[in-house]
């Protein structure tokens, strides 16, 4: 037998362990926390309490951002291997709490090997030096490539498109991010300035959340910008991004905003977060979206679409709607996705029938005639069909948006002004800053009307065929009801 140093013997144990942890350890997997219409969204064992996001955009939205995403967390169940929701993007590093850490991609998920299994309960750190690519997110989400530079678009599964994460509203956690960009730029993002240092060419921009977020409500706005500033009710801070080009045609249309920050206090109780505005950028997405404190717009829809002015306010109040229903309480599955769109629908009609447009009666009408066709065609609202696959954003139809607030009209007719007007604030108040159920809402309609709603609201919410409206007999569907 040959000699072998003490040294040597140390090295060939060494591999010899590697070799047999490696042996026992599966291979790397996909997870996710069950959610129905996205099986393998978001990740179990954690919760993230804070994301600290830095950014370098090198002037061309073309090429991938340099990135570091720092995530603290705590475990919530032991963990040999700890997965992100993430892809597009080249991966360079990634450490555990300080200690440099094995990671594997897998379909889109950054599975990471910590030097040693983490027990339950305990703090961890990752963090994760990679690319964030802008390029072919067209179709699928996350940045969006406007005519001067870049915005955010990460509804529904769309932010792990930009940074590691849990990427699932019912894990919220608070923001900085810390976007270095051509100093020529502007950068705005979620919350509230913390900071501005210019380097050379350069300067480095950070902005914090005051309150808990949804990483599919992350918002970071680079470009050639004017930044709008007044004052809504109590003090609070609104800010507007624009094109700066387009800054005096646009602040008609801005200066809106105050008034109806307050129809919505009045309605459902104070603005939940500590500043808000619109980011209208220079792109085609086909939609508008509630990012939180910081609803994006297309331009096109102000500047060219011709829409009457109730309109155009009514799409600004539905977006603004949102930060209380669908921000502030986030749902906890994605099929609890008809609190959202439905209530911001509700406060978008009603606001609508006050300002000019067609009155709230005859629009949920119309919505009426349309539901058994919505339902058939996208399931009921609070059990909806799975999107179409690669194509995401089929699962916003309009059974989520006038189907769904046409559940909330018939709520209103069943348990009346009061008592609705009640559940509306005491749902907002309650769940602020979290996440809830179709459950919990069922619940509370209960409690606020002081009987047992869970028969009425069962029908509404999953039934295929739509059931009577209350005070409205004589209303039909002119569809039939899907057969299962």
Do not use: C
Request: overall charge negative.
């Amino acid at each position: 037998m040959p000699f072998i140093s003490r040294r040597l013997r140390a090295v060939l144990l060494a591999a010899a362990s590697a070799t047999l942890v490696a042996a026992t350890l599966p291979s790397p997997v996909p997870l996710g926390i069950g959610d129905p219409l996205f099986p393998e969204l978001g990740n179990p064992g954690y919760d993230v309490r804070s994301y600290d996001i830095s950014f370098a955009y090198h002037g061309d939205n073309s090429k991938p951002l340099d990135a570091v995403t720092r995530i603290d967390a705590r475990t919530t169940a032991p963990l040999d291997r700890i997965n992100l929701d993430f892809t597009r993007g080249t991966v360079r590093s990634v450490e555990v709490n300080g200690l440099s850490a094995d990671f594997a991609l897998k379909d889109e998920d950054l599975v990471i090997q910590p030097a040693g299994r983490l027990p339950a309960g305990v703090p961890v750190r990752i963090t994760v030096r990679h690319t964030s690519d802008p390029t072919g997110s067209e179709d699928s989400g996350g940045w969006v490539r406007t005519s001067d530079g870049l915005a955010m678009a990460n509804q529904a599964d769309a932010a792990h498109r930009v940074f590691p994460s849990n990427d699932h509203p019912a894990d919220k956690a608070y923001f900085t991010f810390r976007v270095t960009a051509p100093r020529d730029l502007t950068v705005v993002a979620n919350g509230l300035p913390a900071g501005e240092v210019r380097r050379g060419t350069d300067t480095t921009w950070t902005y914090r959340t005051a309150h808990p977020m949804a990483t599919e409500l992350a918002q970071v706005s680079i470009g050639r910008s004017a930044v709008l500033h007044r004052t809504g009710p109590h003090g609070l801070p609104v800010r507007d991004v624009v094109p700066a080009a387009d800054r005096e045609r646009l602040e008609p249309r801005l200066s809106r905003t105050p008034a109806q920050l307050e129809w919505m206090e009045q309605k459902v109780g104070r603005y939940p977060f500590e500043a808000y505005g619109l980011l209208v950028a220079d792109t085609r997405t086909g939609f508008e979206l509630e990012t939180q404190t910081l609803s994006l717009f297309e331009r096109a829809l102000f500047l060219d679409s011709g829409y009457p002015d109730w309109y155009l306010d009514s799409i600004m109040v539905h977006e603004l709607a949102h930060q209380w229903f669908g921000d502030s309480v986030a749902p906890r599955r994605w099929s609890d996705l008809w609190q959202n769109e439905g209530h911001a629908t509700w406060y978008e009609a009603r606001y609508a029938g006050e300002h000019g447009g067609p009155s709230l009666e005859s629009r949920m009408r119309a919505a009426y005639t349309r539901s058994d066709g919505w339902r058939a065609a996208g399931g009921p609202p609070a059990r909806p069909d799975a999107p179409v696959p690669g194509e995401k954003i089929s699962l916003f139809r309009p059974v989520v948006y006038d189907g769904s607030a046409l559940v909330l009209y018939a709520l209103r007719q069943e348990i009346g002004e009061r008592a609705f007007d009640l559940l509306e604030r005491e749902w907002v108040r309650e769940h602020r800053d979290g996440d809830a159920a179709t459950t919990d809402f069922v619940r509370l309609a209960s409690r606020a009307a002081g009987r047992d709603l869970t028969a009425f609201l069962d029908a509404w919410l999953y039934g295929t065929k739509t059931p009577p409206m209350p005070g409205h007999p004589d209303w039909h569907s002119d569809a039939p009801a899907r057969h299962r």
